[in-house]
């Protein structure tokens, strides 16, 4: 179940890039500027009444030109529909506003994606990594980050093996 | 003090000097706030989490959770394996409800694949998913009992659970991690012997239930320590994004099973419950109640039960039965093709939620075709749960602080991932 895209595209025709539909799951691609005033909208809009938020992730995608993809999932508990938004961020000015100011789960979900892709989020209360020690070098769901290897634990110091 | 002063003063005074002019009198009371380190290791936070609490006196002022001790990174690892062999991996998530974890990942990739499960599975899968819920739900209320100084209700409690893992074990060989559904079906088929035992089971259950009512539903302490303890409103909770019980227990009725119904959910005849007041107490009631819930599904769906395939009849994805790989030559080699290569999934992106003991389990994956996912991202109820953890705990004392952790039935395998 998702709403009419329509209504959403005519609301916001200049951010709303472009919308899909798959596997039964709307998807709307969005201009990062405008993502605290759609997600106003949906969240207020007696229509949508987006009022639980499901998720916040991130994607990598090296080649391209907009390097990361922020992706938000919501849910409307009266409503019984999903949505999903996304908005492309690149690595030159790798920072999106923050929805905390909607949504208060936002905060940990918003977190988790600084920590895991670096992506910062504007106005965000409380910005600080999460799963990773605070002193961690990099971003470990980048394409770039190996998962095999030492590490960061190859850089220590230890007594020669004699 | 006072006493003794005067009696010093007038001693003075009658010996004829001055008499001394009365001190000040200073604060006793020095009022600051304390930091107080709690975990990462203690036996109450169900893993290894650290938590920072602001203390004034012996009230909460702010609680900051650390996360992260338990990562390992799950989602990045999934990155390089084939969705087959993912599913051992979503059982370390949660490993205290691991078939409901194995159910959750293999919905989602069943929708990106678009592939249909026969009707034996699907019944079977509900029915284990069920048990799975009962599980989970007695060991939360065995280890809150315990964590709020309850020890009976624990011996009580995992009395039922061994029952369950007992039946799982002769369903698929391990008691906790089990990795027991496939891409396409299950591993095994379900066995007249479990049938048997799992009926007696549910014909008992109800008295058990009322065994850990009598020993908690009015019991003074179990009340005055759950009562109005992380009290959140329906609201809040939602605008945290919670769900399961936590979120039920505020009278919100959100359960993924009726709202987006899944295996055969839709044709069983039960309730949710839902609580009113949003506390503690409300969440155990609704438990318990879920689980008499899950016994009265467990009940329609033995009667139900078709007989026929338990995997579907797609042989590029599905792994061909486990007896036939141990004695036919041809089931062997597709074992092993489908096994070591895997199967290419469409290119696309699919979000699927399914509705597991602690709360909505979301398993987002991101297809670019070829038999690895792009890229999976893990919803894990625990973890959002946690987000609220700070604004639910001010204002309570440091004794309530293991409640308030026990009320989401928080597993930390699954917070970090």
Same mark, same amino acid.
């Given at each position: ?24 799951? /709307? ?8 993502? /605290?005033? /759609? ?101 470990? /769901? ?21 | 003090?006072? !006493? ?56 909460? #002022? ?36 691991? !078939?409901? +974890? ?28 069920? !048990? ?20 009976? #209700? ?84 939602? +605008? ?178």
């Amino acid at each position: 179940m998702y709403p009419e895209p329509k209504i959403i595209q005519e609301a916001f025709p200049q951010i709303v890039i472009n919308t899909k539909i798959e596997f039964g799951e /709307l998807t709307l691609f969005i201009e990062k500027g405008g993502i /605290l005033p /759609l997600c106003r909208f949906l969240h207020d809009d007696p229509g949508m009444r987006f009022d639980h938020i499901t998720d916040i992730g991130s994607l990598d995608f090296p080649e391209d030109e907009e390097r990361f993809e922020v992706f938000y999932q919501f849910y409307s508990i009266p409503k019984n529909h999903r949505i999903r938004v996304k908005a492309r961020v690149s690595e030159e000015a790798c920072a999106i506003d923050s929805v905390t100011p909607v949504w208060k789960g936002a905060n940990f979900m918003e977190r988790e994606v600084y920590d895991m892709m670096g992506i910062r989020f504007n106005n965000h209360p409380d910005l600080r990594r999460i799963m990773m020690p605070e002193d961690f070098d990099g971003h470990p /769901l980048r394409k770039d980050f190996p998962t095999e290897g030492r590490g960061w634990r190859s850089t220590f110091e230890f007594l020669p093996n004699t | 003090m006072t !006493m003794k002063g005067d009696n010093i003063s007038k001693q003075v005074a009658v010996g004829g000097g001055e008499a001394p002019t009365p001190h000040e009198v200073k604060p006793i009371l020095r009022r600051e706030e304390f930091l107080l380190n709690m975990g990462p290791q203690h036996p109450s936070t169900h893993g290894v989490l650290r938590v920072v609490l602001d203390l004034e006196g012996e009230r909460i #002022v702010k609680a900051t959770p650390d996360l992260g001790y338990l990562h390992r990174g799950v989602e990045k690892l999934a990155e390089l394996e084939t969705y087959n062999q993912i599913i051992p991996l979503t059982d370390r998530l949660d490993y205290v409800c691991s !078939m409901t +974890n194995n159910y959750a990942f293999v919905r989602s990739v069943e929708k990106l694949l678009r592939l249909q499960v026969p009707e034996r599975a699907e019944y079977i899968r509900t029915l284990v998913a069920e !048990m799975m819920r009962i599980s989970g739900h007695l060991f939360w209320l065995g280890t809150q009992a315990l964590d709020v100084g309850a020890m009976t #209700v624990f011996f009580f409690t995992f009395r039922e659970r061994e029952e369950i893992l007992d039946m799982f074990e002769e369903l698929c060989g391990a008691r906790l991690t089990m990795t027991y559904y496939r891409v396409g079906g299950l591993d095994r088929d379900l066995t007249p012997k479990i049938i048997d035992r799992l009926k007696k089971f549910i014909k008992e259950f109800p008295k058990k239930i009322k065994e850990y009512n009598t020993l908690l539903e009015t019991n003074r302490i179990w009340l005055a320590r759950t009562k109005d303890v992380a009290v959140i409103s329906g609201e809040d909770a939602v +605008n945290f994004g919670l769900t399961g019980p936590t979120l039920r227990g505020s009278g919100v009725n959100y359960d993924i099973r009726k709202a987006e119904p899944y295996g055969v959910y839709d044709r069983l005849d039960w309730e949710v419950p839902l609580g009113k007041n949003g506390d503690t107490y409300d969440r155990y009631w609704i438990r318990v109640l879920e689980m008499t819930q899950s016994a009265r599904m467990i009940e329609q769906i033995l009667e139900k039960i078709p007989s026929g395939p338990f995997l579907a009849d797609h042989p590029m994805v599905v792994l061909p039965q486990k007896d036939l790989v141990m004695a036919d030559m041809e089931s062997l080699i597709h074992h092993f093709l489908v096994a070591s290569k895997g199967f290419d999934a469409p290119k696309g992106e699919v979000y699927c939620g399914t509705e597991v003991p602690k709360g909505e389990l979301g398993f987002y994956i991101y297809s670019t075709g070829g038999n690895r996912p792009y890229r999976l991202k893990i919803r894990p109820p625990s973890f959002i749960h946690m987000g609220a953890f700070d604004y639910m705990a001010r204002g309570y004392m440091i004794s309530d602080i293991i409640t308030i952790f026990g009320t989401y039935d928080i597993v930390m395998g699954e917070c970090d991932r």
